[in-house]
């Protein structure tokens, strides 16, 4: 098919969860024969040369857009939303409308004018009111518009509203992430209800769309992943833990907070040569003060995820907020690493407890499970097989794409007016 798929940021490097996912499913749906052009938002936080997707896609443009928080900005949005252009949609809140562009928007009308397509894919609630605009306008002017998917990577407004329900946050943060949570609540539900189709990543994201959606045909669909070609674990240490996670992330810098103040003095008292080791992308000041040089080791970002996890017999995931799937979950899973995550963490996997990893959701238990790996090298490594069997068995690239695919052909040959219109 001829897919037109827009995305949020460059997905490149290619080492956290979302950029995973955009560039496995950009590169397997070229490799399983669509062609697909690409409009890439290049944002100010993830700025770099779009030519990279040059071997994964047929075309790709690019458009940069500045994504950078400030203070007037969000007081600005809270105070005078901003009505999304060219559709009947809500205001979004600040978190989504940094990424509305109307030079991008202009280009997405040029490329449908200029090729016809077979379905529009809106990578992730960030670029859902392009092609929602794009249908509403083309429809005014009696133009066709093919039918449009959004690829939800997470519940958004879930994400939010977690965060803002953390205590250790100050009550000035926790109210105004309430109302970002209010506000992208809303306007998620309105896209739900605008486009044809919607594609999770998990069942409890599908089932959340189809409640306020209920007319929008929705499907799950878990990414692939492609398993490490060389067996490395036996070179793993069994006195580290390591913690491996975009540190752009709130969620993620929460967790670690959690675990290093909570989790590892009682981990210490047991077991004081345990060392924490915190990989990730961009850490900020909270997670650089994390720093040690002793129990706790913050390397920042890392060249090879695959050559990290090989040092490290036990991934640690300490989320108490999020939806989606945490990419990292599988990938450690993949590479036979016993893992310890919090209910939030393994949420929407196919994952069974005390089988495939260890689910702890108090600073106790998730201590106590944490040092059973660590004393237990024997049974961490037979967890980290059984892991490594379920991905196999159950996360392949090719079921995702044949998934994909059948859904733009069910939506191809209904009605091209939204479900809900």
């Keep these: 098919m001829n897919i037109f798929l827009i995305l ?13 996912v955009m560039w496995q499913t950009l590169e397997h749906l070229t490799k399983y024969g669509h062609r697909v052009t690409v409009l890439v938002l290049n944002t100010s936080r993830h700025r770099t040369d779009a030519d ?20 007037y900005g969000a007081l600005r949005s809270l105070l005078l939303p901003r009505e999304p252009l060219h559709t009947s949609l809500p205001s979004p809140s600040y978190w989504i409308e940094r990424f509305l562009s109307l030079e991008a928007y202009t280009l997405a009308e040029e490329i449908l004018d200029s090729e016809s397509f077979d379905v529009i894919q809106c990578e992730s609630l960030f670029t859902a009111w392009y092609g929602i605009a794009l249908t509403e306008q083309r429809r005014t002017s009696g133009r066709s518009t093919p039918p449009i998917v959004l690829r939800a990577h997470n519940v958004e407004s879930r994400i939010m509203g977690r ?10 943060e926790r109210w105004y ?26 069942e409890e994201d599908r089932t959340w769309f189809t409640s306020v959606a209920p007319s929008t045909p929705s499907i799950s669909i878990p990414p692939g992943i492609v398993l490490a070609s060389q067996d490395k674990h036996a070179q793993r240490q069994y006195s580290t833990l390591c913690l491996l996670a975009s540190m752009e992330w709130a969620p993620n810098v929460a967790g670690a907070r959690w675990f290093v103040r909570e989790v590892l003095p009682n981990i210490l008292l047991r077991r004081p040569d345990t060392v924490l080791h915190i990989a990730g992308r961009n850490p900020g000041s909270e997670i650089l003060q994390l720093h040690n040089g002793h129990n706790i080791i913050v390397h920042g970002e890392i060249e090879s995820a695959s050559e990290f996890r090989a040092q490290h017999a036990i991934s640690i995931v300490p989320l108490f907020s999020g939806s989606g799937i945490r990419i990292k979950i599988l990938e450690a899973l993949a590479a036979k690493q016993a893992v310890v995550s919090t209910s939030i963490g393994a949420e929407g996997l196919n994952v069974e407890h005390g089988q495939h990893l260890t689910i702890a959701d108090t600073a106790e238990e998730f201590a106590n499970a944490c040092l059973w790996l660590l004393d237990h090298s024997d049974q961490a490594q037979i967890m980290g097989n059984r892991g490594a069997e379920l991905i196999a068995s159950n996360y392949s690239w090719e079921s995702s794409i044949r998934a994909l695919s059948t859904l733009y052909a069910t939506l191809r040959t209904t009605s091209q007016e939204p479900a809900n219109d």
Excluded: K, M
């Excluded at 209010?182 to 189709?197: I, K, M, Y």
């Design 52 to 71: 990279v997707l040059d071997r994964i896609a047929h075309r790709v443009y690019s458009v940069n857009v500045t994504t950078d928080i400030t203070v």
């Design 177 to 202: 992430r309430q109302q970002l949570a209010h506000h992208t609540e809303r306007f998620e539900r309105a896209v739900a209800q605008s486009v044809h189709g919607v594609a999770t990543l998990s």
């Design 163 to 172: 965060l803002s329900q953390e205590s250790s946050r100050s009550a000035p």
């Design 8 to 20: 949020p940021r460059i997905p490149y490097p290619v080492r956290d969860g979302g950029a995973v």
